[in-house]
């Protein structure tokens, strides 16, 4: 393919001379140089087309006898890179303009002019918003010299121009927003505190006000009226836009953008900087996965070719497909018969697979993951958590988390790739959608995927061969078949085996770092057969994907993967998107706008829909309660949403089933287990009610007679109801199921980590609503001597004496339990100055605390670093008038690392060092 190199002089185009079988485009000679040609309106397809056919019908190429405007295989693709690289205009012009990227856009001292006008010549002027006048805002920095080999105009029109954005000075920024008051602002109006930070104690550094990321969320965050202070030296900041809104403050809005410029050819995203991670909607017509945009994505290519790989020539892939496919490897022409069969049974098996039990997909996004030691003495690993601006997203989706680890591997080295993730978040709902989007043709770098769901290999007591594992074991039970065993051993580095819910396994730890596991593909313990790949010694250059809950010893183990993501869970945009295809599922469109004002009508309930299970329980019950018509209100409980949905199952329950299937909840979670065999239920009449409820359902890839509980979340709330109802547990043992003060010798590990919070939400509500409607009156005199003891103790623990993880679950109890006498027992036992350092605040637990500060009267100091919190979140909380100081940044360790502001009600204060931000006022000059 010919690309676009301009001629010497004059126009960049030649003169159309002669249309050959092509069609002419009427498109004028272009003027200028490659900054024009970017800056111009002309269609880049037809302007390749338009030069192609004069040079086709001049060489007369084959390549354009079936003109197709819209179309751009793979070899006219490299072609033009070849002549693009090949061209010296070319290659100085493009030069010119990677040098003023580099210029504009990576410099941390430049001022926000240059950026400025960079933006408007290559047509990015859209992200600014025009309505808004703009003002200075900061100080300038010092200017460097524009490098001499500037294009003339650019240099001219940085010195000539005026001031278009207020100079903040620092490392960079985009430009004004447009009105905040289109964007859902989750904070309360807040009263910031504007005084110094008192000494002696973490807060000594003046730091008081974050600058929080605006996001896919939009949030915004309400700025009172108060000094503005940006502490300077600031490290850089993460990438992305960040927005604030300042009601008291004459300010509408502020920008800040931290990091690398979109080049010209990307899309900025208009809502932060989330990725799309997961293969899109099945109900789209798009392409499924970001790996391989379809026609529909990207007008003007062909349409990838999706199932079959025979007979696929490079013209119909996608140009994608096409790279990657190149990239990974050379395929042989033709399969075996038998290979090609085997594959396309997987194939279809896997696109035969609904996603999820809905059959619903919201994308998500993953994050880059890493453990660390959960205190200076143990081993134990947990999941770090990054400050939320410095979460580094998947940003190339799929392709990137199957790819990450390639950086780092040796040539015929097995890659050891880990989702890890909280239970509910979605981990198994995505490792089911990387096995279709395989179906679908989206990762053409593997000829095999297999997906085992781990609670199928937990088979202590057979040998199995490599073979077994693959043929018997996997998702396509069948006869093992040699020649395709043969021609799989031939490319394991072409095959992906997934192990979802890896921490299902007995003893997973120590199958990825003991030393000793097989080489030879004799027969093994499936044990030893796993470890043997872990270890890299069977099907070595394979590509093992593994999805797990990072707890306890596997945590430890995980660090030896070569890359870790983390499955972060919904967004509150992500959830109201989930609400809407649940309904247009369920052929209940018409409730969506109720079933949004309800979910809207319970924070907390929005809150706790950031997990996908949570979100699932709230659309069924919402489901319910709108069906009949007339008046709905949601639980404000965890614990009122599972009565709501249980309650109605448990009525019509054979006698005892809701009390043996709550027992069996226990006991297994007690083994860490969720799963269960039918013979393990009481009878096969609650197994049916079981079922057919909804409460366990079939695993996915397991036999029949395996069930699940259908969540986690369902086993913890069930787990509580046995405790709750249960004679034979003893009063004085009650408490320590909360497992809130630590103990030497724990008899109950909090592995069901939810039976807490339900057990205080199902022992304080209300009886008739709640215990009653499970269990019916008669056991209400068990359930008011065991809410005595919990109160008892609940009553004697000092909230200041908690480390924050356990401040947090005592607040959530105290929620669930909706006692106001518990309530304020423990807001008032809130120690003035908290630390959440280093602990996740997810929305619901930033939900809680909000409701805590705020109910308990007085002052606070809270440390939020190294939280994670959302910047709805950290509005809401530093917007509490009670909340008079408090921390706020990157990191944790002391580096001076946080991004400082307090209002003044006039802006124009000088605004620090190493930031950029554009502060678009209304109304003002
Ligand atoms: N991206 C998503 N789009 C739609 N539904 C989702 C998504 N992610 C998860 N879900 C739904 O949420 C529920 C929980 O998801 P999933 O089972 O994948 O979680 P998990 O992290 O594997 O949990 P566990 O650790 O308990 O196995 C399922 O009903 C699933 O279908």
């Not at 001022?111 to 010549?121: A, N, R, S, Y």
């Not at 309505?131 to 940085?158: I, M, T």
């Amino acid at each position: 393919m010919r690309c676009l190199a301009p001629r010497p002089a004059g126009s960049y185009l030649p003169e159309p001379q002669g249309s050959g079988q092509c069609a002419t485009m009427e498109l004028g000679p272009l003027e200028g140089g490659y900054l024009e040609l970017l800056n111009s309106s002309a269609d880049p397809l037809q302007l390749y087309h338009l030069y192609d056919q004069t040079d086709l019908a001049r060489e007369e190429i084959e390549l354009c006898s079936e003109p197709d405007m819209d179309t751009i295989n793979c070899e006219q693709f490299s072609r033009l890179l070849c002549d693009m690289e090949g061209d010296e205009e070319t290659r100085e012009a493009y030069a010119n303009i990677a040098e003023l990227d580099q210029y504009v856009f990576q410099d941390s001292q430049l001022d926000g002019l240059g950026k400025d006008i960079f933006i408007e010549h290559i047509g990015l002027e859209e992200m600014i918003s025009e309505s808004v006048e703009v003002e200075e805002a900061g100080q300038k920095s010092q200017k460097r010299p524009f490098p001499e080999e500037l294009p003339v105009d650019l240099k001219h029109r940085k010195l000539a121009e005026p001031l278009a954005v207020p100079v903040v000075t620092g490392t960079f920024l985009v430009g004004s927003v447009s009105d905040s008051s289109a964007l859902p602002c989750l904070s309360p109006p807040a009263v910031f505190n504007k005084e110094p930070a008192s000494s002696q104690s973490w807060l000594e550094e003046p730091v008081l006000m974050p600058v929080p990321p605006s996001s896919s969320l939009l949030s915004c965050l309400s700025l009172p009226a108060g000094r503005i202070q940006i502490v300077p030296s600031l490290p850089s900041l993460p990438q992305g836009l960040w927005q604030i809104s300042g009601a008291g403050t004459g300010v509408s809005g502020m920008v800040i953008y931290q990091g690398e410029m979109p080049q010209a050819s990307q899309v900025l995203p208009s809502s932060g900087p989330a990725m799309q991670s997961l293969p899109k909607s099945p109900e789209r017509p798009g392409s499924t996965s970001p790996f391989a945009p379809s026609a529909a994505d990207l007008p003007g290519m062909p349409e990838p070719a999706l199932t079959s790989r025979a007979n696929m020539t490079e013209d119909q892939m996608s140009p994608t497909q096409c790279l990657t496919a190149h990239e990974v490897s050379s395929k042989p022409p033709k399969w075996p018969e038998t290979v090609e069969q085997f594959c396309s049974s997987l194939r279809d098996k896997y696109q035969a697979e609904p996603a999820g039990p809905e059959g619903i997909l919201v994308e998500v996004e993953l994050v880059r993951a890493r453990l660390e030691r959960n205190s200076s003495k143990s081993q134990e690993r947990e999941l770090a958590t990054p400050d939320w601006a410095e979460r580094q997203l998947a940003r190339g989706g799929l392709a990137e988390v199957l790819l990450a680890a390639g950086d780092r591997r040796r040539p015929r080295e097995t890659q050891v790739i880990a989702v890890l993730g909280k239970a509910g978040q979605g981990k198994s709902h995505w490792a089911r959608e990387v096995s279709r989007a395989w179906a679908c043709g989206q990762l053409p770098q593997y000829d095999f995927v297999f997906y085992f769901p781990c609670h199928c290999l937990d088979r202590v007591k057979d040998t199995y061969r490599l073979q077994d594992l693959l043929f018997c074991l996997g998702p396509q039970p069948q006869p093992v078949d040699e020649e395709v065993f043969g021609h799989i051993l031939r490319r394991p580095d072409r095959v992906l085996l997934i192990l979802d819910a890896f921490e299902g396994l007995e003893g997973q730890d120590s199958l990825l770092h003991s030393a000793g596991g097989p080489v030879s593909t004799e027969p093994h313990s499936l044990r030893g057969l796993l470890a043997g790949l872990f270890q890299r010694k069977l099907l070595r250059g394979c590509t093992l994907l593994l999805t797990a809950r990072p707890r306890g010893r596997l945590a430890q183990s995980l660090s030896k993967a070569d890359v870790l993501f983390e499955v972060t869970g919904f967004s509150a945009e992500q959830a109201e998107t989930y609400v809407t295809r649940y309904l247009e599922r369920a052929g209940a469109t018409e409730h969506r706008e109720q079933a949004l004002a309800l979910l809207h009508g319970q924070p907390f309930l929005l809150s706790h829909s950031h997990s996908p299970t949570v979100c699932r329980a709230v659309c069924r019950l919402s489901e319910a309660l709108l069906e009949p018509g007339g008046e709905a209100e949601l639980p404000s409980t965890l614990t009122g949403l599972y009565v709501g949905l249980l309650g109605p199952a448990a009525r019509d329950s054979p006698p005892g089933a809701l009390a043996g299937l709550a027992r069996l909840a226990w006991e297994l979670g007690r083994r860490h287990r969720g799963t269960l065999q039918d013979s393990q239920f009481p009878s096969a009449e609650v197994r049916a009610w079981a079922v057919a409820r909804g409460l366990v359902q079939p695993i996915p890839g397991a036999p029949d007679t395996e069930l699940a509980f259908s969540s986690f979340l369902l086993q913890c709330f069930l787990g509580a109801v046995w405790l709750a109802l249960s004679t034979e547990i003893k009063d004085k043992e009650l408490p320590q199921y909360l497992a809130l003060t630590p103990r030497k010798k724990r008899p109950y590990d909090n592995w069901l980590e939810g039976v807490p919070r339900f057990l205080a939400g199902l022992l304080f509500q209300p009886h008739a609503d709640c215990l009653g409607a499970l269990a019916g009156p008669a056991v209400a005199a068990l359930g008011a001597r065991k809410q005595k003891v919990l109160s008892r103790y609940l009553k004697r623990l000092q909230p200041g004496t908690l480390r924050a993880g356990r401040l947090l679950e005592l607040l959530h109890c105290a929620h669930e339990a909706s006692d106001a006498g518990l309530w304020q027992h423990v807001v008032q036992g809130l120690p003035a100055r908290l630390s959440f350092l280093g602990t996740r605040l997810t929305p619901p637990n930033t939900y809680v605390l909000c409701s805590a500060l705020a109910a308990a009267g007085r002052d606070f100091s809270l440390d939020l670093r190294s939280t994670g919190i959302d910047p709805s979140g950290l509005g809401s909380l530093v917007g509490l008038g009670c909340v008079t100081h408090f921390r706020w940044g990157q990191g944790s360790g002391g580096r001076a690392s946080a991004v400082v502001l307090a209002l003044c009600p006039v802006l124009g204060t000088p605004v620090g060092s190493h930031l950029v931000c554009v502060v678009a006022r209304r109304g003002r000059k």
